[in-house]
């Protein structure tokens, strides 16, 4: 829309003659945005905080041998259906467990683009003992630097240090709260018992919190190699995967394709912790709902304020006809003054949005690992929240400025 | 008739609100270019509802109406906007200006409209024509604070600027003391003479209609004397 200097002059005109209507109209697109920027922003800030603390123990993709699948008709596929077949008591003799040649999917995963971290992981269900105590738990044979690169678990860990596991053969790390219900402490010695009866003694060099129960209280990290030692498995043989991607959200198209090239399960992790995902898809739904109507009842607010004008200025809308000023230029002039006040809202919004959203980032919030209430800064919201300020003072503007340029000046002329 | 300004055939235009009421009745008549022209009648007679009709403002009438050979009875509201623009000046019955303008930017506006003329070249016209009002030191003075007859003043020198073909005045001096009447009168005398812009002033002064070139009168919505 290219605006007629003299028209842009008229639409200055009636903004600065109600500087006071002007400044309310401007001030609740300026609500408007900014709100929209902080709802988005503090949304996007909760989603990442959840997806990250799942994320320090979940990988994007998981890699696993999913056995035994239905073996309950043993003939199926084998033999044409309509021969009756009639199996009781079924039993697998046989299967193979575990990922056996792992490097193999290893270097195939390695030639995948947007792959950005692969571990190694060789799960197993032990009993931790310490004199009469006993607990049941999860222990991991890790590849001690990828395992931290993909999870941060070096972060977590409070007591001893992680890279000590590379160091010593005998040496575990214990999730706090596993620690706490055998009463041990670092450097004293736990014995491990595994399904098949194997025992071993080792030494806790480390103590992990990453907050997550499901990991305080029941995981025990050793290296991965000791873990193959431990259930006398060859090289290569692993039970878990795990693969990150760069776009966590692009974890299924990613893992069907991988899926397509391997004969194990390939699972994303919107399959195996739907609820996780669901939660983000619904703050997100929340915060555009909460966003948009905001915006909706500023266009609201700004429709009133120009219908006013209008109404307040029908007759120099008038003599404004009478002097040849066509429908095409009354649309202008009072479609400018809106277009004026969503850009200077505009532009303010944005202004208070981010320092509504920093102030917030400072609210202290000390559960879980967060410190402080969580704000994810991301340039789209603030362009999508000004595009759609702009979108809604328009439309916000149209109609009144439409209803003005079909006054009739006969009609107010007359009187 | 190369030198008709303005033709007006079976003119009959209704009201319909309260009721159904004929105001201009089968109205004909030729204006030519450079008259003077007053426009008398009692109050209710319609002679604004036949001003508005001539100014192309209101087109919900019957008949015809034809300026400076243009037949404009059926046009599209811009185009009627666009050529009012150029070729019509108007003065209200009631001093119409835009309240947050100063008297010179409402003089100034219909010619920035048209976009003729630099905006030096207009505010120099616009300035001309303030002053041929004796409103020159009032130039920049808001609208809304000028007083009645200074108004309707500055609302003449605004229909003056883009040097209309027609001129229209309902009742141009009706605010006016009799010096300033005597002055408006002499300038659209002198505007018919020497540029042939054509005036048609609606007027209850009887020494200005009797000064005039000629006088249309109506009566009840008919045209008895022209
Ligand atoms: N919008 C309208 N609806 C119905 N009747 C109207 C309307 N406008 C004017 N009239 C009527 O039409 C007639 C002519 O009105 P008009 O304003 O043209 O008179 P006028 O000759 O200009 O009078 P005055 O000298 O008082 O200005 C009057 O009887 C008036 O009541
Ligand atoms: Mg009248």
Redesign the interface.
Known sequence: MIVN??NY??AN??L??RLKQTLVAILSVTFGISMYIFMNSFMTGVNDTQTGLAFSTLAHIRIYNDIPQDNTNLFADHIDENILVNIRNPKVIQYTEGIKNSEKILNLLDSVPEISGITPQLNINVFFRNGATKVNGMLSGIDVVNEDQLFGTAQYVVEGDWMDLNRRSDGILLGSGLAKKLSLHLNDNVVLTTEDGITKNYKVIGIVETTLASVDNSRAYIRIGFARQLISKNMGYVTDIQVNVKDYDRAVSIAQRIGKITPYKVEPWQEANGQLEAANKLRNIIAVAVSLTILIVAGFGIYNIMNMTVNEKI??I????????????IIQIFLTQSVIIGILGGVVGIILGYLVSVLVNHIPFKIASLETLPITYRTKDYIMAFVFGLITTFIAGYLPAKKASQVD??EI??? | MENLALSVKNLNKYFHEPQTFHVLKDISFDIKKGEFLALTGKSGSGK?TLL?IL?T??TTYEGSLTINGLTLTGKA??EL??????H?G?V?Q?H??????SALDNVM??A????KKSSEEIEESAMGNLKLLGLEDQALKPANKLSGGQQQRVAIA?ALINEPTIIMGDEPTGNLDSKNTQIVFDIFRELAKERGQTIIAVTHDDDFAANCDRTLELMDGKLIHQ
Not at chain 1, 318 to 329: E, P, Q, R, T, V
Not at chain 2, 112 to 115: A, D, I
């Open positions: 200097k003299t002059k008229i005109a009636h600065t003659s007759r120099e008038a003599i404004l006809k009478a002097m040849g000023f066509d429908g095409k230029d000046p006969v002329i007359r009187g | 604004s508005y100014s403002m209101d509201q811009n906007a666009a050529f009012r623009n150029e019509i108007f209200f009631f119409y200006l835009l309240p947050e303008f506006l219909p920035l409209k048209l976009e605004r």
